[in-house]
């Protein structure tokens, strides 16, 4: 089975950070977004990874050749980004032998077992109930359980079922064969090729899809998102660190996840803060925020931050004489 990573996007929804990162090597909970997927596909036997990369490309790549040096891997570069099924289609050549595929989309943290995916006789889509389905790709299902309709962003969703970008596919030849007809046709949805319309073509053919609920579900392209997902995973068994070492005069609010040759200083941090490699922290206070490595952060409080690598924040120092009946708001 291969693996396919669409990871071309540019991550508008989390500009600034965007600009000089892209959205899968932004770290949630101590680990960057794309480790989190390509370690769950690890776990469960699947290691024939194919990226399909993009925007910053060189970065992803660079990354995934640095911490996964053994892993079997392709990449393929979309110069056109023009909707999810045409990466799958930009990457057709590299993956029309294969007998079946599995797509996660890179943006996507999803807390599902994945075995029973893989071992489910038919293919598979993941999905989440949701209380707004207009924004996602819907699935509706038949009294045996089997999708019998997927539609993308319904002005009026029969279903409260969003797909949410997982997908294993057995019948691949079909699939690759309903994308380059959509393609050639140029039947777009919302002014892209969408997967949902190719995946609607196959179930109209007579293929079988079941579903997998998945238990949680972080679709990490906005600050918010990732936010609550780094406070999830760190109250999550395994993700926030439990050996730190001791801080100078300061206070650790767990759970936290803080990198390695850090310093923190007449400080509190935490709760749910995760921290880089080789930041400094001192006289602040930090809680509920994700800070990068290499980032300096002195005299200030943050309260729900994204700040990014190789940043440095500085606040005011005041030092006050003030008699009595005063009101002073510094907001």
Not at 126 to 144: A, S, T, W
Not at 233 to 239: A, T
Request: charged share 25%; proline share 4%; aromatic share 6%.
């Amino acid at each position: 089975m291969k693996a396919i990573i669409p990871v071309a996007g540019a991550g508008t929804r989390l500009r600034p950070h965007t600009y000089t990162q892209p959205k899968p090597l932004i770290p949630v909970a101590g680990k960057t977004i794309i480790s989190f997927i390509i370690d769950s596909l690890l776990e469960v036997g699947v290691n024939d990874f194919v990226f399909i990369i993009g925007y910053m490309g060189e970065k992803i790549k660079g990354y995934v050749e640095e911490h996964y040096p053994d892993l079997q891997k392709e990449f393929v570069t979309q110069n056109n980004r023009l909707g999810s099924a045409h990466a799958i289609w930009t990457a057709r050549e590299v993956i029309k032998e294969a007998k079946e595929i599995f797509i996660v989309f890179g943006d996507t943290i999803v807390d599902v077992d994945l075995k029973k995916i893989i071992d489910d006789p038919n293919s598979c889509l993941g999905v989440k109930m949701v209380k707004d389905p207009r924004e996602f790709g819907v699935v509706e299902l038949g009294e045996n359980q089997l999708v019998t309709k997927v539609v993308e962003k319904p002005n009026i969703p029969k279903s409260n079922l969003a797909m949410v970008g997982l997908y294993k596919i057995k019948e691949v030849d079909e699939l690759l064969k309903a994308i380059s007809d959509n393609v050639e046709q140029h039947i777009s949805n919302h002014d892209e090729f969408q997967l949902t319309d190719a995946i609607m073509k196959l179930i109209e053919n007579g293929t079988k899809f079941s579903t997998a609920s998945v238990d949680n579900w972080f679709d990490c392209g906005k600050k918010e998102i990732l936010l609550e997902t780094n406070a999830t995973l760190l109250d999550k068994e395994g993700y926030a660190s439990t050996d730190l070492p001791p801080f100078d005069n300061s206070i650790i609010i767990h759970p936290v996840s803080i990198g390695k040759n850090c310093v923190i200083k007449n400080s509190i941090v935490g709760p749910h803060v995760s921290i880089g490699s080789n930041t400094k922290i001192e006289n602040s206070i930090v809680s509920q925020s994700i800070i990068g490595s290499y980032a300096s952060i002195d005299e200030v409080v943050l309260k729900e931050s994204l700040i990014g690598s190789d940043t440095s924040i500085k606040g005011i120092r005041q030092s006050l004489n003030i008699g009595d009946n005063t009101e002073i708001d510094f907001s």
